[in-house]
């Protein structure tokens, strides 16, 4: 088992260390709505929260009908007038001054905690553990050894971190702060800064701040010493010469901060269990997710201890270990497990962990990122994650069914490539994404392979079923029959490609 369960962690030597964007190289954990992402340092630490359903800065405008234009782009082909046509459609719905942008991911807060050292650190881990979705950071400090590890709890809704050290005892403050953007600070980034409500009245802190919507966000954290003493700032908690700490936090959105504070100030009261508990309590549930599959490559019998640096280097020498290939395969699972839930959102390009407001590939791109991230996922043995997915494509159907009216003078729907919660309508207003209409075809084998792997007939008939008429309404309408008696399927092209990869000086 130890073979196994090394096989499953991710070892490195060195903290976040990027330069501005260090959250793209921090340890993530997530419950599949929350999620947490660890820097990794020693003496001041930051772990970044983030949450399924906490979105800003979006806008939906009313499409206009520029439906006549699909004879008009047909023309122009038919006459090979091609690059005209390919602007055709997307001229038209610019000219009329539609606007919609769609919203972005960003974090609810950010753990802060300041832990100075007394001598120099030495023998520096952090570690990924992906059999149990816990992040570990490991160091000596002369003869004492010290560790910190987190996890976001499946069973409890809670983030879970707890410090220690073998021989010494620990003293730290730690609180909840805004996580500052690592680029221009907009106007709508200084009235979110400008909300924000941070305040502590120990064994507690409270954070909250304003969205766009005016609905509120935050987090309640309760700090739990073993022996030692704790003291408050005004908005962070200091603990003393205290044998471990237990820090607990939950998270809130889309709803006021007040009532919010009091309820799960309530929840993390009533929580009295040991980080052990909590955690196998977690891994019960995790561990089957995680293990629905695995992935073997050479004999095995020895386990591979080298750092993540280790094994990448020898892969830049010319041929990766298996062992670095095992570990890659197991992540993208992790990522995609910790990162959704069945009754959440489905898994995004950046899961739970982006570290900033404005994420340019933070939305959800049915023109194969959404595929590519959900195509291992029935026969991995995680078909149980994929509800997540047609529940958010179908409670956008009213806009699809007006995309393709509007948009084509065709029944049935048509599904943009990028889309949002809620914003269902196009928004990047390009050719290359506007005379793609691929998206409901594609995302249709979705259903039709988790049929096909669940067996479940009340899916077939109540959900399949439905979406593929639907699907198969805009294409009816959409092909024509050319002369030759073959169907013609166009304007078209290929997500992300030009024919002959064509692009304009201008």
């Keep these: 088992m130890e073979k196994m369960n090394h096989r499953h962690q991710i070892i490195m030597k060195y903290p976040a260390s990027w330069w501005k964007n260090m959250w793209r190289e921090a340890l993530p954990s997530g419950n599949g ?26 806008r939906k405008d009313e499409l206009p009908d520029v439906s006549h234009t699909l004879a008009e ?24 001054g ?39 950071v490991k160091w000596n400090e002369g003869s004492a050894k010290y560790e910190r590890k ?32 690592d680029g221009g600070k907009s106007d709508q980034y ?93 891994q019960t549930i995790h561990q089957r997710l995680f293990h629905s599959a695995s992935m073997a490559l050479g004999d095995g019998k020895e386990a591979d201890w080298r750092s993540n640096e280790e094994l990448m280097l020898e892969a830049y020498g010319g041929e990766a270990p298996t062992s670095l290939i095992e570990k890659m395969w197991a992540y993208g699972r992790y990522l995609f497990i910790s990162g959704t839930d069945a009754q959440s959102l489905p898994f995004g390009m950046y899961g739970l962990w982006g570290g900033d407001y404005r994420l340019i590939w933070s939305h959800n791109m049915a023109n194969e990122n959404v595929q590519m991230m959900y195509w291992h996922a029935p026969v991995g043995g995680l078909h149980e994650l994929m509800p997540a997915l047609f529940n958010y494509y179908e409670q956008m159907m ?65 959900k399949l079923l439905p979406f593929m008429r639907e699907t198969a309404l805009f294409y009816e309408d959409f092909l024509v029959v050319g002369e030759d008696g073959c169907y013609r399927y166009y304007p078209s092209v290929s997500p992300e490609n030009t024919p002959q990869n064509f692009m304009p000086k201008d």
């Design 33 to 58: 709505v929350i999620g947490a992402s660890v820097y990794g340092a020693v003496e001041e630490e930051t772990i970044i929260l983030g949450h399924a359903e906490l979105w800003h800065w979006g």
């Design 73 to 96: 782009t047909r023309k122009l082909m038919d006459e090979h007038q091609f690059l005209k046509a390919s602007w055709h459609l997307t001229n038209a719905v610019r000219e009329s």
């Design 98 to 136: 539609y606007n919609t942008k769609l919203a972005a991911r960003f974090p609810v807060a950010e753990i802060k905690l300041q832990m100075p050292c007394k001598e120099a650190f030495r023998a520096y881990q952090r570690s990924l553990n992906m059999e149990t979705g816990e992040v570990s």
């Design 150 to 181: 987190l996890f976001v709890s499946r069973s409890d809704d809670v983030i879970v971190y707890e410090i220690a050290s073998d021989q010494h005892l620990v003293s730290g403050t730690i609180g909840l702060a805004f996580h500052p953007t």
């Design 190 to 282: 200084i009235e979110l800064e400008q909300s924000i409500e941070v305040k502590a009245e120990q064994p507690y802190v409270y954070y909250a701040g304003k969205n766009d919507d005016g609905t509120d966000f935050g987090a309640v954290m309760r700090v739990i010493p073993t022996g030692g003493q704790l003291t408050q700032t005004e908005n962070a908690v200091r603990f003393t010469d205290c044998e471990k700490v237990l820090v607990l936090v939950k998270v809130f959105v889309t709803s006021g901060r007040n009532e919010s504070w009091a309820k799960l100030k309530q929840e993390l009261s009533m929580m009295n269990e040991s980080y052990d508990r909590m955690l196998a309590s977690h």
């Design 398 to 462: 009213d806009d699809f069914r007006s995309n393709a009216k509007k948009l084509y003078g065709c029944r049935g729907i048509y599904i943009p490539a990028g889309t949002t919660p809620g914003i269902g309508v196009p928004n990047q207003i390009v050719p290359v994404i506007m005379n793609w209409t691929s998206a409901a075809g594609w995302l249709s084998r979705h259903y039709y392979e988790y049929y096909l792997f669940t067996g479940d007939e009340q899916f077939l008939k109540e």
